[in-house]
C-alpha cells in the first residue's frame, strides 16, 4: 500500500480508553481545517472509538490501516462551517443507581468494552458486546426493557447509548463512571 500522507502524528499507543479519544481532541483542536492527523494506537478499542468520535464531531474518518502492532488511524479536521457540536448520551446513571436498577426485571446491562477487557472483570449479569460489534448485533438486546450501557469510564459507553437511541431503543442510559471505579460484584471469564 502507498504510504498515507499525514500532516501531524498523535503517538497514542499503550494507552488505552479513552486516553486516544482524549489526546485526538486536544491535537485535532491545534490543527487547521483539512489538515489530516495521524492517530498511531495499539488499544484495539481504538478502531470503533475514534472512528465514532470523528463522526460525531463531524470530522472526517478516513480509514484506518494496521501494521504490525500499530492502528494507524486517519482523521481529517473539518471546517467551522463542517464540525457539529460533540453530543452526549442525556440519560446517566451513577454507579450506585445501577447497583439498584440491577435488582428489577426488565433490565439488560451491556458491556461495550473489549473481550480482554470484559474477560478480567465485568459485572455478573451484564451481555459483553463490544463498541465496535453493537450495531451488527442490536437483536441481541431486548427493546421493550431498560437498557444500561457499561464501559471503563463512560466514553464508549456513551457513544452506544446514543447509537441504541438512534436506532430506536426508548430506555437507555449511560453508567458513569462504570467499571473504573465499581466496586460492586465482579465476575472474571475465561
Given at each position: 500500500m502507498t504510504e498515507i500522507k499525514a500532516d501531524h502524528v498523535l503517538d497514542s499507543k499503550g494507552m488505552a480508553c479513552p486516553m486516544p479519544v482524549v489526546k485526538t481532541r486536544k491535537e485535532i483542536d491545534q490543527l487547521e481545517p483539512g489538515k489530516v492527523l495521524l492517530v498511531e494506537a495499539t488499544d484495539p478499542g481504538s478502531k470503533a472509538d475514534l472512528k465514532a468520535w470523528s463522526e460525531r464531531g463531524g470530522h472526517q474518518y478516513l480509514g484506518v490501516v494496521e501494521e504490525d502492532d500499530v492502528i494507524k488511524h486517519y482523521i481529517r479536521k473539518a471546517s467551522s462551517d463542517e464540525v457539529s457540536e460533540e453530543?452526549?448520551?442525556?440519560?446517566?446513571?451513577?454507579?450506585?443507581?445501577l447497583k439498584q436498577k440491577l435488582t428489577a426485571e426488565n433490565v439488560t446491562l451491556v458491556d461495550v468494552?473489549?473481550?480482554?477487557?470484559?474477560?478480567f472483570g465485568h459485572i455478573p449479569t451484564a451481555v459483553s458486546i463490544p463498541f465496535g460489534e453493537l450495531e451488527a448485533r442490536l437483536n441481541e438486546i431486548e427493546k421493550d426493557q431498560e437498557v444500561y450501557v457499561v464501559c471503563r469510564t463512560g466514553s464508549r459507553s456513551d457513544l452506544a447509548a446514543q447509537l441504541l437511541t438512534e436506532k430506536g431503543f426508548e430506555n437507555v442510559y449511560n453508567v458513569v463512571p462504570g467499571m473504573s471505579t465499581w466496586d460492586g460484584d465482579v465476575e472474571r471469564s475465561g
Open positions: 453530543t452526549t448520551h442525556e440519560n446517566k446513571v451513577n454507579n450506585e443507581q468494552r473489549e473481550p480482554a477487557e470484559y474477560a
